[in-house]
């Protein structure tokens, strides 16, 4: 069921200027999506912290894009979960030059403690001759 009826259109910038949310999220940009002439706006949960309670108020001036307001304000209580801790790093077989000092990308969201254990190693040129996954596999040389 959408908030805004049978109402199509909503003015993106009229959603992110009157749909608040408390307690504050730490990062707010991209925290409230809205396109053109569409009738849902998404939250990023990805913004939101897990187990939290928030209440987020939609503003009475909130407009579809024939001017017409919501007329009165609509106040939901929201409540997150506790997230699964998640990492990200790139997958599959990479090779890093050792002459260089490279850095990977990794992210990360509420990982136990704040903390993750990584493991690294050298490997030959030869190594790598008849390797076609980083990936364990019965009947082949692995790394």
């Known amino acids: 069921m959408s908030i805004f009826g049978d109402v199509y259109g909503i003015v993106p910038d009229s959603a992110v200027e009157n749909i608040t949310i408390v307690p504050a999220p730490k990062e707010t940009k991209n925290l409230i999506i809205a396109y053109e002439n569409y009738n849902i706006v998404r939250i990023n ?14 503003g009475a001036n909130t407009k579809d894009k024939f001017e017409q307001i919501l007329g009165k304000p609509v106040v939901l209580d929201y409540q997150t979960g506790d997230l699964l801790g998640d990492i990200s790093v790139a997958s599959g077989l990479n ?3 050792s002459s260089q000092d490279l850095q990977l990308n990794i992210s990360t969201v509420n990982l136990p403690e704040s903390e993750y254990k990584a493991a690294y190693k050298i490997v030959q040129p030869t190594d790598l001759v008849y390797t076609e996954s980083a990936y364990p596999i019965n009947n082949r040389k692995n790394l």
């Open 45 to 58: 949960p990805w913004l939101l912290e897990p187990d939290t309670n928030y209440k987020i108020t939609i």
């Open 95 to 97: 090779i890093f030059p």
